[in-house]
């Protein structure tokens, strides 16, 4: 038997980066810490009091809600809700989106639903019928992060919280990078800066691996879904994942250095590439070109299916 690196008891878990063994409660705490870090880090609490959190019903959107609930369970002047986007997927979204109604329900969480069917106008099924040069990913994308900030600002959140993990920051960071999109890596979450019309996000677990948050979820008994998104082999995401994941495997804590090197250049590139001042689209969503991606492509959409 493995034993615990703090107490002794048995151990369920090794933590390659930093050496040690850690059982369940050492290991919980030790998410916990880092989760309570980031947040610090991240939002001004005396100031932020409505704080809605992205919740798909998968592990990382549901151990992000139970974490920040715990957290701030004693914080009677801060108020926390979920919203989920119902993107209209078959035989995915439904379970998620129970998931995400089950754990809201029993920590006593407000939960709100926004559907790509009434905000778009079409399910992502639909759309996924007559895409033209984007993949299906690229339009989920665009109106999933619309639908989230326009339910954030009908709620009167301060701030948006999402569960991505160090794995998909570390990835969005490589891609960003391998593109030469350095204006959008400057953009990045968490965003200290607000923006008209658009509601800040942060980011609770950005330093933790994709893998301690499921062992977490799983530790803590979060019911969560574990389905596939049935569009998501055409994501060029998981090219990224497969490089940064062989990394890792080679040299233990490659995630951790993509994080803090960004983190380092960060300053610099958003002095380089400053906010620009946004305009309201049509929609009533801001955009710096006046004109917002999501109007672009729900325009391409009708193109499509009318030739």
């Known amino acids: 038997m493995v034993q615990c690196s703090k107490c002794g008891r048995a151990a369920v878990t090794y933590i ?5 063994h850690l059982c369940s409660a050492h290991f919980q705490g ?3 810490r880092r989760v309570k870090r980031e947040l610090r880090g991240q939002v001004d609490l005396d100031r932020a009091k409505n704080i809605a959190v992205a919740v798909s019903g998968g592990k990382d959107s549901l151990a992000a809600l139970m974490l920040l609930h715990d957290i701030l369970s004693l914080r009677r002047d801060v108020t926390l809700t979920a919203i989920t986007v119902d993107e209209g997927i078959a035989g995915y979204r439904p379970e998620a989106l129970d998931k995400a109604i089950r754990l809201s329900s029993a920590l006593g969480v407000e939960h709100r639903v926004i559907s790509f069917k009434e905000h778009v106008g079409s399910t992502m099924d639909s759309i996924s019928e007559r895409l033209g040069h984007r993949t299906p990913c690229a339009y989920c994308g665009v109106f999933r992060r619309q639908c989230m900030n ?21 990835q969005a960071i ?8 350095v204006e959008r890596l400057a953009r990045m979450g968490p965003h200290a800066k607000v923006q008209p019309g658009l ?29 596939t998104c049935p569009y998501w082999e055409a994501a060029l995401r998981n090219e990224y994942r497969d490089i940064i994941d062989g990394m890792e495997s080679r040299s233990p804590g490659t995630k951790h ?7 380092a250049l960060r300053p610099a590139l958003q002095e380089k590439y400053p906010q620009t001042s946004l305009r309201l689209c049509g929609c009533g969503e801001p955009s710096p ?19």
Not at 152 to 162: K, Q
Not at 174 to 181: C, E, K, V, Y
Not at 289 to 307: F, N, T, Y
């Open 30 to 32: 030790f998410v916990e």
């Open 289 to 307: 070109g006046g004109k917002c991606m999501a109007c672009v492509m729900k325009d391409e959409l009708d193109i499509i299916a009318r030739s």
């Open 257 to 263: 250095s993509i994080l803090a090197s960004y983190d």
């Open 16 to 20: 390659r980066y930093n050496g040690s």
């Open 199 to 227: 509601i800040p996000r942060i980011i609770p677990l950005r330093s933790l691996p994709e893998k301690e948050v499921y062992l977490y979820a799983m530790l803590r008994g979060i019911d969560f879904s574990d389905s």
């Open 150 to 170: 326009e339910m954030a600002r009908a709620i009167g959140a301060d701030v948006l919280a999402t569960g991505h993990n160090l794995d998909d920051v570390a």
């Open 174 to 181: 490589l891609m960003n990078f391998t593109r030469g999109d």
